[in-house]
Structure formats: C-alpha cells, structure tokens
C-alpha cells in the first residue's frame, strides 16, 4: 500500500480522499499536522480558500514542513486554491504562501459571470481520453517560468501545469468520476517513493 496525504485544513478534503482510495494499492489520508506527513509519499492540496488555508498553514506550523518534504522531493499536488498555495507570485497580493512552483496565479480569474463552469479537454500526460474539468471561482496561470510544464490550456489560459515534482490544476478532478489525474498523480508517489527507499 502507499499513502497519499491530504491537506485538511480546509476544503474539498474527502472527494481527493475518496478518489485516492478508488485506486488499487493506494491509501488517502487525512493530514491534519506534521507529524501526519511522516508516512505519505505524496501530499494534494486541496481546493477551498487559498487566504483561510494560508492562514491555517501558518497556524498550525504546517508551512515549514510541507516546504521541507517538497524540497526533498516529495510530489505535491495543488488543485484551485491548492494552486495558489503553491505559486511563487499572486497577482494583486503581496505576498504568496508556499511559493514553490514558478509561476504567476490570478485568483478568481474568470470573474463573477463565470463562477463556475465545466468543459473537457485533451491532456495526453495524463489520460488517452479526454478528461471532465470542473472549474470553481478558479484562478488560471498567468506566467509560468521557464521550468514549468504546461499541460492544459482553456480558452487560451494555463489551467494545468507541472514543474519538476509539483503538480498544479486550476480546476478540480476530484468532483468528478474520472479517476485519471489522481492515478496520474499516484505513480508521481510511487515513484519517489521507491527513490528515496533507495537514497
Ligand atoms: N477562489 C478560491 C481562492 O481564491 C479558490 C476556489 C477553489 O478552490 N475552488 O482561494
């Protein structure tokens, strides 16, 4: 079995959890504290609020942590306000929270008359079928570094992208039935985890 973490602080917590246990030899657990991290081999960051779960990170020391692992090479895997978590810059904020992957997020990018909407689109790295997204209030990419994969456009705008490790959807495949991007993700884990049993 391998164990996935999820955030959950705040959020869309147990739709990432169910998913990761639809799959074989997968194991989704609540992370709740660092001493939670200790036996995840790959960490999702939930959608919910970017500002509450910042705040919360800092709270509950969480932030130094999860940095930690990520910089050890944990994969890490940010869906909407988990991408924001994640990103270096946020436009119109001063400040970021995690700040690992090198890009540029605009929060609640598709404005008010597009709250919510859901379209498909073909992502090759992660399924030979198209894949359902589902967008809430979504931010999208901005600018992304030379470094950053991208993986998916809508529209025109970066909506899913990978950089080393790092993961980062704007939208959320865990309110949907496809299972693609958490199995995607899940073989990230796998194989860190049979890295770092190595080093
Ligand atoms: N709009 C939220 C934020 O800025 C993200 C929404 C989501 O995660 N569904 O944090």
């Known amino acids: 079995m391998l ?36 036996p995840v081999a790959g960490l999702i960051l ?17 932030s130094r942590a999860i940095l930690d692992r990520i910089q050890e090479g944990m994969p890490v895997w940010g869906t909407c306000a988990g991408m924001i978590l994640l990103a ?61 994969t991208v993986l998916a456009k809508v529209d025109g705008h970066i909506v899913a992208v990978e950089q080393d490790h790092m993961l980062a959807t704007a939208f959320h495949p865990e309110l949907t039935d496809d299972l693609s991007f958490h199995r995607y993700f899940a073989a990230k884990a796998a194989a860190w985890n049979v890295l770092k049993t190595n080093l």
């Open 88 to 148: 270096r810059t946020i436009a119109g904020q001063e400040t970021g929270y995690l700040g690992v992957m090198d890009i540029c997020v605009r929060r609640n990018a598709y404005g008010s008359q597009l709250d919510s909407f859901s379209t498909e689109a073909l992502i090759p790295a992660v399924s030979a079928a198209p894949v359902p997204l589902v967008f809430i209030r979504a931010p999208y990419v901005e600018e992304a570094g030379a470094d950053v």
């Open 46 to 62: 939930p959608g919910g609020e970017s500002t509450a779960m910042g705040k919360l990170l800092r709270e509950f020391l969480l």
């Open 3 to 38: 164990t996935i973490g999820v955030l959950a602080l705040q959020g869309a917590v147990k739709e990432h959890l169910d998913h990761l246990n639809a799959l074989p030899q997968i194991r989704g657990v609540a992370v709740k504290k660092a001493a939670d991290l200790a």
